[in-house]
């Protein structure tokens, strides 16, 4: 059975504002939940197995070269950020820099923090459809977003975004990733 995700709009010219949503994962912390920038509330499937595992594998990989590095902060897919178009994402992995963490204040920490990772990746599972990603990896690069990686497992191809606008595409069983400037010395093989 293929899964689709849900949408819940709001009524006519009211918005979901950002109480009413952090107040709703909160109750809800069992169902991934995001908000776009229509304030529509976007209901996330669990993730499969084998998705789950291959993006843990891939956290661990940033985490890894965050701790030898020490130059930010790495955040799991259970995390949501305030982008500045007022959607709330929350990626299968993100990073961010340290000056930019540490500007924000301690009370803002403690709900979505008002900023865009500086690194992304969302990875497609069988349920994702592919258009719906490629906005969302927009998304993120729209609101500054300085690199993200989009990995689909099922065409085995990686696109990677950058935030001057341009998008490269990697196809293979095995690709090569860099963290560029963004995550300087990164340099991971994946597969596909």
Known sequence: MELELRTLHPPRYQKFDDDFFFALCQVNETTRLERDAHGNIIFIPLARTET????????????????RNKLGYTFDSSTGFKLANSAVRSPDVAWVSLDRWEAIPESDRQGFAPLCPDFVVEIRSKSDDLKDLKEKM???????????????????QVFIYRENGSIEIKQGTFVGLSGEDILPDLSIQIDL
């Open 52 to 67: 789950g595992r291959y993006n843990a594998d891939l956290s661990g990989e940033i985490w890894n070269w965050n701790r």
């Open 138 to 156: 927009e998304e993120y690069r729209d609101n500054s977003c300085g690199l993200g990686w989009l990995i689909d497992r099922k065409e085995k």
